[in-house]
């Protein structure tokens, strides 16, 4: 079973920095682009940033200048740098795998993981 593990959620003060990271791990051929989404109370899911698997990134315009996507191949992982965070990226953070190749022969799956909180207090 493949899954995707968030990590690095947490408290911080406006201006403030966080790091995440998401590990994908199970039975893994190829991961083609990885993102980050974020839902906050009351508001629906929104893509934050996304990179594919030869590095082009792009961002929400809400976060562009201050967030940073990047993606170890080697470990199947993904990260996102957070910088002078505001209270309204308070939200829970999600990863997903829009594509996860188990085999060389085409499957794949998409994959989100379980999520993390962020609060950003002012």
């Known amino acids: 079973q493949v899954r995707l593990v968030e990590s690095g959620g947490g408290l911080v003060q406006a201006g403030g920095s966080l790091r995440l990271s998401c590990a994908a791990s199970g039975r893994i051929f190829s991961i083609n682009t990885m993102g980050w989404y974020r839902q906050a109370p009351g508001k629906q899911r929104e893509l934050v940033a996304a990179?594919?698997?030869?590095?082009?990134?792009n961002y929400a315009d809400s976060v562009k200048g201050r967030f940073t996507i990047s993606r170890d191949n080697a470990k199947n992982t993904v990260y996102l740098q957070m910088n002078s965070l505001k209270p309204e990226d308070t939200a829970v953070y999600y990863c997903?795998?829009?594509?996860?190749?188990?085999?060389?022969?085409?499957?794949?799956?998409?994959?989100w993981g379980q999520g993390a909180l962020v609060t950003v207090s002012s």
């Open positions: 997903n795998a829009d594509r996860i190749y188990t085999s060389a022969y085409g499957e794949y799956l998409e994959v």
């Open positions: 990179i594919t698997s030869d590095s082009s990134t």
